[in-house]
Structure formats: C-alpha cells, structure tokens
C-alpha cells in the first residue's frame, strides 16, 4: 500500500487529523511522539534529550537546533505500510531525506490568522506558544505551502471542519 505523510505548519491541525484517522481505525502515527523526531544540533548532530523541554527562548536556539525526522523510525514505518496504508502526521526539518519513503505527501493549507488562533488556544501541545516558537512558525508558515506544492504534495484546505480535512486527506491518499 503506502506510507502517506500528512503535513502542515504548526497549528494546521495535523494531531488532530491523526488522532481521526486513528478513530476511523486506520494506522496513523504522530511525528512528534514514540522518537519520530527530536531537536537534533546542526553542528554536531547532537540529540536534545528525550522528555526535557529545550529552553527555544534561549538566544539562537533555532539557529542551532532543528525538528529531524529520525530516518530509521520513519523507514520502519514505510516497512509496516507495504501490506497496507500508514500514516505519518507530522513537520520537520529534514524531509528531503526521507521523502523517498513516502508514496504521497499531504499538506494541511492555512492562513496565518488561523495558525495564530489554534496555537493560542491549544491545550495538547506547548510548542509555539513563547514568541520565539511563534516567530519560526510564522516564518516556516510563509514559504511552507508554495515549496510542497512544488514538490508535488496534495494540497488539502485544513479550514474546514476537521471530518471534511480527513475526508479530503484520504481521498488524497488513494490517488497513489
């Protein structure tokens, strides 16, 4: 079948979609959980620790570390998806490197004004919520969407209701 990745800025709505993936009983898994990723040091390749919340306010934190898919996690992944379809929900840095591993990419559109409201109000993910997340977020949100849409992913309005984003996420997904 395919390993589908399903991505978007922070605050399009990707845990969201996972967890209704989960609920409609497909195989859906969160890049930001079970190692997926982690902040890894752009010099060194250093792994931040799991389980201790890196200080982002920190000066120049996000000159030094970045979001990194762990490429063997996301190889397994693509592994369990050759009976059936899987999917990845999730953003990082480096999805060159493991773009290959996935037979579709979904990109989860929204407008800014929108990412501001649902990361000010979300109560499962801290991430975004200081001003220096935000400021990174805005600024990944302004070329995010044209630079997917160059590489071929699906294009998928996350404004709608969140039943509607899942129905137009699996049909995005059979079109492999």
């Not at 752009?42 to 898919?69: I, K, L, N």
């Amino acid at each position: 079948m395919a390993l589908v990745l399903v991505t978007g800025t922070s605050g399009s709505g990707k845990s969201a979609v996972c967890g209704a993936l989960v609920e409609r009983g497909h195989e859906a898994h969160d890049m930001d959980l079970d190692g997926n990723a982690a902040w890894v040091h752009r010099d060194s390749g250093r792994h931040w620790p799991a389980g201790v919340r890196p200080d982002t306010d920190a000066p120049d934190w996000f000159a030094q570390y970045e979001w990194r898919a762990v490429p063997a996690k996301i190889e397994a992944l693509a592994g369990r998806a050759t009976e059936r379809l899987v999917f990845l929900c999730g953003m990082t840095t480096n999805g060159q490197e493991v773009w290959h591993l996935y037979s579709r990419v979904v990109f989860l559109s929204v407008d800014e004004a929108t990412v501001r409201r649902r990361i000010a109000s979300r109560t499962t993910n801290d991430f975004g919520k200081t001003a220096s997340e935000l400021d990174a977020i805005l600024l990944w949100h302004d070329v995010a969407e044209q630079l997917h849409r160059d590489s071929g992913a699906s294009i998928v309005d996350a404004t709608l209701t969140l039943d509607q984003v899942v129905d137009a996420v699996l049909v995005a997904s059979l079109e492999v």
